[in-house]
Nanobody, 118 residues
């Protein structure tokens, strides 16, 4: 599956952004969709995910209570609403799909930059 992200940008601390990720392609069969991020010089880290079958959500401790993952099943899309953004949230954010038949997240978007200034 191909993933197309949008919605990144620059905000001041305390601001909000909403990231979008749309899946394209004929076949869409996933266990889960998720968001990851990678800051310069750091490893990629998990941010949030949603189990596609039942909508269960999971969050990194660093974003709990501030970020919300949601979906539109008919649009094969997943979203990340980010509130109360802080400078440490500055990263490239990647959408990912854990496709059925794979043991891990195996499809990745191109990434979208989020920059938070103090």
């Amino acid at each position: 599956v191909d993933l197309v992200e949008s919605g990144g940008g620059s905000v001041q601390a305390g601001g909000s952004l909403r990231l979008s990720c749309a899946a394209t392609g004929r076949r869409f069969a996933v266990h889960a969709m998720g968001w990851f991020r990678q800051a310069p010089g750091k490893e990629r880290e998990f941010v949030a995910s949603m189990r596609w079958a039942n909508g269960d959500t999971y969050y990194a401790d660093s974003v709990k209570g501030r970020f919300t993952i949601s979906r539109d099943r008919s649009m094969k899309s997943v979203y990340l609403r980010m509130n109360d953004l802080q400078p440490e949230d500055t990263s490239i954010y990647y959408c990912a799909a854990h496709e059925i038949g794979s043991s891990e997240y195996n499809s990745w978007g191109q990434g979208t930059q989020v920059t938070v200034s103090s």
